[in-house]
């Protein structure tokens, strides 16, 4: 009778061993499948493109290091200098744009990121502002400031001018 | 310190967070929550049975960049849980954080202090409710309930981390190592309600952990390895009762996330072995492992719902403790945990949250003996608890 239920115990053991080595495989898997995924698809033409202060030599204004800026894990410039970031609220499309089209990334993941490091003291926190105006005057007057605006859509003076001409 | 002194103290230093303090850039954050526990079977977090609301966080925390590299922070907290951390004001964390080296896809830096362990997704933020996956952590990988939330969290000694990136990836590597010391006091506070006659020491503590990221962050996967000797002695006067035990620990635990506009997923597992000279209960080694799954989900800005399964087991090769309890004679149910938890988060705003939290609990292995002693443990067990929290 011991022995039946040693036995029955030891298979229900293997049976828990094989639960646990399959639920490891598949997410082994799912691992693995992730790794193939690519940046979010971006927009053919961009809304919104990243500012920086006259100080900041636009070769730092790399995608790859305006990632490493907006998600708090550098706080100087390559050349030794603060970062100062600017933000605009997380339901503004501006903010939207930028962090797809520049970041490849979105305003929800940017927002649980900063919540993650306002406590553990790893970093210093974006300062939102109020308007795409406020953004530009603090860009423009603080030594290391980066930010983004909208993108204007391009104007096609030619074809009025043509149009006008064929008028007279 | 008692709780009303603290508050007056943290509210007075709230008033003070407008000021520029010396012309430093001085950065000030802090967070308080007031908990309340129900439960039935078993205490959790305090006389929970009766109805307990001994479960009180406060931190205040400071940071500061005298020049661009380095970053100086440090926090002062005092909790209060039950009898598992007494409501002393101690040191959290003080750092020195130095940004060795910064390219345009990849940087690395180099950490001195009281620092924070970065093991598993939460360990280096479970400080405040606000940026813990819930409002109690994952026991599975957080060992909480053993009162070892403050060995836990950090250390001292020195980090050194790495962060590189490609087009489609992120990663970030920390290598730290701690010196030897003398966590009696540590012990002793988390042991309330009984006193330590004798000494511990954490020694030979290292850790790494490797985070990535895929696709912008929406998703997440990372190993974490986490090393430690517990010596137990007696006091240098040869009284007590150890004369010396030795406890190793390897922790490894593998997080993964996926991240949705609307809804998080997190899995954790965490594998430990423990080895002991001398050999405890016939064993020498014991290998204990947990995992937890956790959905959440964000209808709004403002207010979410989880739900998590949370499993934990004692010992691998013994998983529903009959070998425990053929050998020891004491229950089996002190061997696994199998918690089903369902709450809810409320944040209005930036500084308020009110969160609840529902348990339901079949094992006692996360159940503390310090908050239920001279009680027999309950096999199947509720509990509920809620919590005020504010910061700035």
Known sequence: MVGETREALASVRRSQNQRFAAIGV????????????????????????????????????????????????????????????????????????????????????????????????????????????????????????VGYRPVSPPSIPSAEMDLQEAGT | MNRQGLLIGWIGLCLLTPLDVHGLDLEIHGAMAQGFVSSSGNNLLGPSIQ????????????????????????????????????????????????????????????????????????????????????????????????????????????????????QSYASDLVVGVARDFDATEDFQRSLAQ????????????????????????????????????????????????????????????????????????????????????PALSGDAESSGEGAYLQYRRLPSANWSWYTRYNLNFQDRGDRDGRDFAAATGQPRHSRFSRDHVLGVDWTPDSHWGLFAEFHYTDGTADVSSQENQGRELKRHWQALILMLAYQF
């Not at chain 1, 927009?43 to 790399?62: R, S």
């Not at chain 2, 004798?198 to 490797?210: K, S, T």
């Open chain 1, 26 to 145: 598949a997410l082994a898997i799912a691992l693995g499948q992730m790794a193939w995924f690519g940046p979010p698809a971006f927009a053919a033409v961009p809304a919104a493109e990243v500012i920086a202060h006259d100080d900041v030599a636009a070769d730092f204004l790399t995608r790859q290091f305006l990632r490493s800026v907006f998600t708090l894990r550098v706080r100087v410039w390559p050349d030794g200098q603060p970062i100062h970031i600017f933000v605009l609220d997380d339901n503004d499309a501006v903010h939207a744009a930028f962090c797809l089209d520049v970041l490849g990334t979105y305003p929800y993941i940017l927002r649980r990121t900063w919540s993650r490091m306002t406590f553990t003291g790893t970093g210093l926190v974006p300062v939102r502002v109020g308007s795409i105006e406020e953004m530009r005057r603090r860009v423009e007057s603080t030594p290391g400031a």
């Open chain 2, 194 to 277: 009984s006193s330590l006659d004798g000494r511990v020491e954490i020694r030979d503590f290292a850790l790494a952990q490797w985070m990535n990221e895929w696709a912008g962050g929406r998703y997440r996967g990372g190993l974490s390895y986490l090393t430690a000797g517990v010596l137990f002695e007696r006091n240098p006067d040869g009284s007590g009762p150890f004369d010396r035990l030795l406890l190793d620990a390897d922790i490894w635990v593998l997080s993964l996330q996926q991240q949705s506009p609307r809804s998080t997923l997190t899995f954790e597992y965490r594998y430990s072995v423990v080895g002991s000279q």
């Open chain 2, 51 to 166: 109805g307990s609301n001994d479960l009180f966080e406060v931190a205040l925390n400071a940071r500061t960049a005298p020049i661009p590299e380095l970053l100086i922070s440090a926090q002062l907290m005092a909790r209060k849980a039950g009898s598992s951390d007494t409501g002393e004001l101690r040191l959290d964390f003080a750092q020195l954080d130095y940004q060795l080296y910064t390219a345009l896809d990849r940087g690395a830096g180099l950490r001195l202090g009281r620092l924070k362990n970065p093991y598993g997704f939460y360990n280096d933020s479970r400080d405040v409710v606000f940026s813990r996956p819930s409002i109690t952590m994952p026991s599975a990988v957080y060992f909480e309930g053993d009162g070892l939330r403050d060995l836990f969290f950090a250390s001292e000694g020195a980090q050194f981390y790495a962060h590189w990136r490609g």
